[in-house]
């Protein structure tokens, strides 16, 4: 129900774009959409996520400045701009839906892999030194 798509090998300093489809999913069956990664041999990693209503985003401080998260809505579509890539970005992407709601100021609880009860397939970034 998630398609995450868009990764590739990239040199350091590069810029990627994902994207990830709720195919078959309505606005009302989620409520934000987050972006997480994996690295081998490490936790899941949370890296920003989107409210699909008024399009606000919350980042990790690892990525902030870097990366940028959208949504269109006509398409269904969350994107995750990431640019100046550096090799610690190397790792898995998974989008995931959660269809609960927080306050902007509470934001931050979105980092909770476990609140998201669909996941896309994930896709491998992987950048070079």
């Known amino acids: 129900q998630l398609q995450a798509s868009g990764g590739g090998l990239v040199q350091a300093g590069g810029s990627l774009r994902l994207s990830c489809v709720a195919d078959?999913?309505?606005?009302?069956?989620?409520?934000?959409i987050a972006w997480f990664r994996q690295a081998p041999e490490k936790e899941r990693e949370f890296v920003g996520a989107i409210r699909w209503d008024g399009g606000n985003t919350y980042y990790a401080d690892s990525v902030k400045g870097r990366f940028t998260i959208s949504r269109d809505n006509a398409r269904n579509t969350m994107y995750l701009q990431m640019n100046r890539l550096k090799p610690e970005d190397t790792a898995v992407y998974y989008c995931?839906?959660?269809?609960?709601?927080?306050?902007?100021?509470?934001?931050?609880?979105?980092?909770?892999?476990?609140?998201?009860?669909?996941w896309g397939q994930g896709t491998q970034v992987t950048v070079s030194s």
């Open positions: 995931g839906a959660t269809s609960t709601r927080f306050a902007l100021s509470a934001m931050w609880q979105y980092e909770q892999s476990d609140l998201y009860n669909t």
């Open positions: 078959g999913l309505q606005h009302y069956d989620y409520y934000a």
